[in-house]
C-alpha cells in the first residue's frame, strides 16, 4: 500500500489538512490502458455507427474518467475548528463543493478501516461529536488511509484548536501540549 500523503497546519483558530492520494504506478498505467480502450472502442462504434454501443461505452468511460482522476490527482480537504469541520475534495480538473457540518462538543475521531502492511497501520478515520442533547453524532467519515504517525499528529492539531478555544472563552493564559 502506498501511504497517502498528510499536509496539516493550524493557524489558531482552525485546521487545514489535506490528505493527497499516492497511487502506484502499476495502478496509474492499469488506469490509463483501461481509458484508452474504453475511448476507442467509443471511436471505433462511433465511426461504424452503433449508437446505442457508443453511448454505453460513454457511460463506462465517464464513472471511470472520475476514479482515475482521483487515483492521478486526488485530494481530499478538510477544516475543523471549535464549531465545525468541513470537508471537499479535489480530482484535479474539478472540486466539489464545500460541506460544512456542524457540532456542539469537542469533535474527535476513531480510527477504522484499519490495514496492515509490512508491520505498518493504515486507517481511515471516522469523526464523530455530541449533539446538544450530548447524542453522540457522526460527522463525517474520511475517503482516505492514513498513517498511525499521521492520525497522531492529526489528533495533537485537534487537541489544539479545544485547548486554546477553552482559554479564549475562560480568559486563562495559553497553555502548550509537549
Wanted: glycine residues 2%; aromatic residues 16%; contains cysteine.
Amino acid at each position: 500500500m502506498t501511504i497517502n500523503e498528510l499536509d496539516i497546519r493550524y493557524d489558531g483558530i482552525c485546521v487545514y489538512a489535506t490528505i493527497a492520494v499516492r497511487a502506484s504506478i502499476i495502478a496509474k498505467i492499469i488506469l490509463s490502458f483501461v481509458n484508452l480502450v474504453l475511448l476507442s472502442a467509443i471511436a471505433i462504434f462511433s465511426l461504424e455507427k452503433v449508437p446505442l454501443a457508443a453511448v454505453a461505452f460513454s457511460l463506462l468511460e465517464f464513472f471511470l474518467i472520475r476514479f482515475t482522476l482521483w487515483n492521478l490527482y486526488g485530494e481530499e480537504w478538510l477544516i475543523i475548528n471549535a464549531r465545525s469541520m468541513s470537508y471537499q475534495h479535489h480530482y484535479g480538473f474539478f472540486t466539489t463543493s464545500l460541506r460544512t457540518i456542524p457540532f456542539h462538543r469537542k469533535i474527535t475521531f476513531i480510527p477504522y478501516d484499519e490495514v496492515k502492511e509490512n508491520g505498518q497501520c493504515y486507517s481511515k478515520l471516522m469523526f464523530e461529536s455530541y449533539d446538544q442533547n450530548n447524542l453522540p453524532q457522526l460527522i463525517y467519515y474520511s475517503v482516505l488511509h492514513l498513517h498511525e504517525k499521521d492520525l497522531e499528529r492529526f489528533n495533537k492539531h485537534i487537541d489544539q484548536i479545544f485547548v486554546d478555544e477553552m482559554t479564549f472563552s475562560y480568559e486563562m493564559p495559553p497553555v502548550n501540549l509537549n
